[in-house]
């Protein structure tokens, strides 16, 4: 089959790979309908994350299964499913209580390698999730990462409520995703902080209500003005930068909560000297997927419409051109970048057929 | 009547005063049975914050009502009450929802002056509490603040729940107070971690499963070895310098909570880049006093005793030595002093007797 | 002034009344923009509630703050208000805990007599909110009742959550507003069931996605069919009879909520032995208000709008045209009545010239 | 093997049975160290619920885990574990959204057939628990149902807090139960009501803070008076008839919660007429055993202590006089009654020694 792997910094090829296989006996096959790249694996790909052998690439997918193994008992062959962020078993300690994205089995890096026609999934019925017929792969493609990430780890950990001024640091995907996603709680307004004019303007598009533009204008004055010196009742830091995290901690009112999505690669000063007696709630986390089935029924509903976010489609067989534009998004907007599978996206009646035969 | 003053570094006086009056309608004149110093006080005593005129001092009390205003509804001449740490009319924005720690109207410094034989109490319908005739002073003392304190912002902002294992870094009293309120909740472990064997003794006696010199041990490794590699389910700071902050940080587990109790001047470095994938939650904030009625029920029922806290008690014209054995707590083992009214507290029977004549 | 006043079934009177007063110093004097015929003001208009003697009418308004009594902190003349269903002091223990509804010192029938030219109002500081000025009458009348009643018993109680299937029985007005509420969170699916047909066609304009005569349907059978047979998350009870009780514990799934919102004169049966193992919960209450300045901000960002209830308007001097029209709903199609103040309303900037006057 | 089987009314017969295997490959066999009688194996053993041909009997388990199937993860042969009321598999809709008490693939009556020396446990990883070997047969054995029913069911369901009045209608081992789980919360009173005095002196050698025999008492009267005219905080059902169900709804204060935690067999007159307006919340539930690795800490540590529920012990051989002591409980005082493997049950070391064997 073709696949996506990456050799070193800046060299993806699209190449001829060996087909998967069951390995385990909750593992699944899936023939795969629609892929993107992740802001993370751009990492490996700009060589801030150094790469040892050529690594299979790829993790947010959508596809039809194609086989499972002998101890899968909620997912079959045929169905249309997209996946999560991550696999784990749901049987340790840390995942009953909750916390599945610090699975004690959970696979580093699992799934991998899904920019091809066919991937591995491992823990299957944990891991994916069971897709209507009716809905289009983009539709539901970005169910595999951030729309339950903003939401989960920014919208519910903020505890965003009915008229609340909600503020998010960041306007790439992931702030984008939380703009969407908040709006599900109706806040009063929200505030969207970037330092880039076009992604604000982008950002007015997707439902925020204000835009300031940090970079050029006092952010924390601005945001004081809108809600009567009281301050955001929630901010979300979709950035990853300690600036940003200080932003959003300047900027919560009293008793606010300040929900932390970036991924961080520097320590963060916290002015605890001024926080202590603010009575502020800050949070941290990784997607743990519970509201994947809650996010599903939304967008099958016409409740939640992720597509603006595919500005750009290749082939599988362009994936060095899929990199390419989605790690120079600055000058080419890309938000997300979809690579589809080889041959055209069956329709939903031919995938039916498919499965059948 | 007679007060204690503060007129400069380690210079506390007890004085003749003029006898303090209803100045607003919603003030009370409370004859004081009984005050304590506040680890607050030590802060203008020591030099630290700066006193530009001579200033009375003290704000933790119960007493008598003597007077109320003409607004005063609630509270009445002759009842037996408990003070709050401050004074809020419960009326803004920010006390609606529900932290009148963070009021605009609140009035700063207030109450002052309770260390003396009578004081001025404003907004004493909602910042005093009727105290049933038969409990004695110091059952009900510790209620003005640092229980409260502890329960509201260690052990409910830390959501401790049974069978959690709870680490309290800190054993003066704001860490021994979230030791006894930590319990209402039965967790499995409290462990509590000090830097003198001498307070972590105390806090055994307190209440404490297990203690950790963390200036010896290397307290990480304990909490690891008795959580089964996990961490603690939820870590309350009462201390307020960085290294225990961090340290907190450093010992909770993966979805678990940091409740910020300590009094910080100064930021501390917070590690997102290991914690931004670790689900956890870190609060701050001061009391709002809601609790106060139910630990006063709790207390009217046996079920909390603050009474282990009094370590020293001394007379009201005693004020500067009670200071001194306060600050130097270290060596006289000081938890909280108690000033009494300049006549020995009044028996329930009397106390009902004077608030009839 | 003008007032309007039962003197038996079916007998209203508008006449003149002497200009009210200030009675307690937390009172205050207002002159009414705007106020409603309630469904409750129906109950003694129709004979059900036996009337003494000539009984002043009205507490749902809307109107300008024309004096205060001495005591009143927060409210000033000349603010625009909207009022609330009851007047609490927000100090009792019932009060503080949340309860305001149940305040042991609630005046019954307060506010009383507003469908006149000016009325007096009790505890105006914890009953009245100030509003906007840009925002008319019509868009903050209905936070004096059914907005906050439906949202906080209805939608709050009910534990609504984005993705739910959320059933109404009953599409009245308090049906059709927790139709309005209810999608602050963003369910799946809106349910509204009723007997009426045209009010079912009313729900479907208020934002229903499924409508259901539940006199001529098998209503649980539909409902099963719409939920994969599980049922739905969340029933609103907006009747107050016992057979729609009765179906919102048959048509809720194992583990989802009952939120009773309706009057009820009778006792029901409880299926408990159906129910025990079910899981269900199930909530009773009144309006607290607590709700109305989050409900309000909303309307003030255009995201609520509850100016569609409107039905009638009719001058003050019309009120039995008005009593008449809302007791024949079912034939005059009456949502809500509104009645004006003599004059024409006042626009917002005249209404800030008469307040400075 | 030995086990216990019910050929009709009153007919318990310890006989010689086959020993079990395992069916499916998420089965375990264990070998049971101790089993229990439950209230609702009384059903068949009266001849309530018919039986139309011999039914194996027993639920409430700990044993040795002695082989396990090809699927099972967790569960190891050798360990110690205590069983649940049921076994689900956690996969379908309801079990995620936390109902596992209503699984779709629930299988009825199972496990069935432990009082025995063997038992198949379907779905062991999902419902049984390792326990350490520290600890005693009794010390875990009632985990297996009325430690985590009471618990969630009434104590959680009901929202129990510190400083509450507990109301606990029924002094049978659920109530008892309750009693034991409420005080993990601290409340202030726990109040238990019965209708015969030697129970209730039973729930006060168990913790009752106060105990009212309502079949000779004004039951709400008593509580009103306890309270200040109140009500209690919750009140909590364990009898399952129609009057002490609406008895919780009279002594229940307005905001506060009724959680059933009664088998109920017949319908109850819901006093709606009243309760509408008191803001009240009413659950029911079967347990889901969620709480059983909390509850098992907390026994670990000395927190919890259920040994006290044993009044009884028999051999395997001795189930007859079982039944009849356990089902003649008014005369013989009878709480749980213990049937013991045929050997007596191994000391810790010998366990192990076994295990490794």
Chains 1, 2, 3, 4 share one sequence.
Request: hydrophobic share 40%; aromatic share 6%; charged share 20%.
């Amino acid at each position: 089959m073709r696949g996506t792997v990456l050799y070193g910094p800046r060299d993806v090829r699209s190449e001829k790979r060996p087909d998967p296989t069951i390995v385990e006996p909750t593992d699944a096959i899936i023939r795969l309908a629609a892929t993107c790249v992740c802001g993370s694996d751009l990492w490996p790909y700009r060589g801030i994350d150094q790469v040892a052998e050529p690594m299979p690439m790829g993790h947010e997918y959508v596809g039809i299964v194609e086989e499972v193994g002998s101890e899968v008992r909620q997912i079959k062959p045929g169905q249309f499913v997209v996946g999560s962020f991550f696999a784990s078993d749901n049987t340790c300690e840390i995942c009953r209580s909750g916390y599945q994205s610090s699975c004690v089995h959970r696979q580093p890096g699992a799934p991998t390698g899904a920019q091809a026609e066919y991937a591995r999934i491992p823990f299957v019925d944990t891991s994916a999730y069971k897709v209507p017929e009716s809905l289009t792969d983009e539709q539901v493609l970005f169910l595999a990462d951030i729309l339950p990430t903003s939401f989960e780890v920014g919208v519910l950990n903020g505890r965003v409520k009915p008229g609340d001024v909600v503020a998010i640091v960041g306007a790439g995907p992931i702030g984008l995703a939380a703009v969407l996603t908040a709006k599900l709680f109706t806040p009063a307004k929200i505030v969207v902080l970037d330092v880039a004019d076009k992604r604000l303007e982008l950002a007015k598009s997707f439902g925020a209500d204000v835009t300031i533009n940090n970079g050029t204008e006092d952010a924390v004055a601005r945001i004081m003005e809108l809600t009567g010196g009281l301050g955001a009742d929630v901010a979300i830091e979709a950035v990853g930068v300690p600036a940003t995290f200080e932003l959003c901690t300047e900027l919560v009112r009293p008793g606010g909560t300040v929900a932390n999505v970036g991924v961080h690669g520097h320590p963060v000063t916290l002015h605890l000297e001024k926080l202590w007696i603010r009575g502020v709630t800050m949070t941290t986390g990784l997607v743990d997927t519970f509201s994947t089935p809650t996010l599903l029924k939304l967008i099958a509903q016409g409740r939640l419409d992720g597509t603006p976010f595919t500005t750009h489609r290749f082939k599988l067989s362009e994936a060095m051109d899929a990199y390419d534009v989605f790690g120079a998004a600055a000058e080419t907007n890309a938000l997300k970048v979809v690579l589809e599978g080889e041959k055209a996206p069956l329709k939903p009646k031919e995938r039916l057929a498919a499965a059948v035969a």
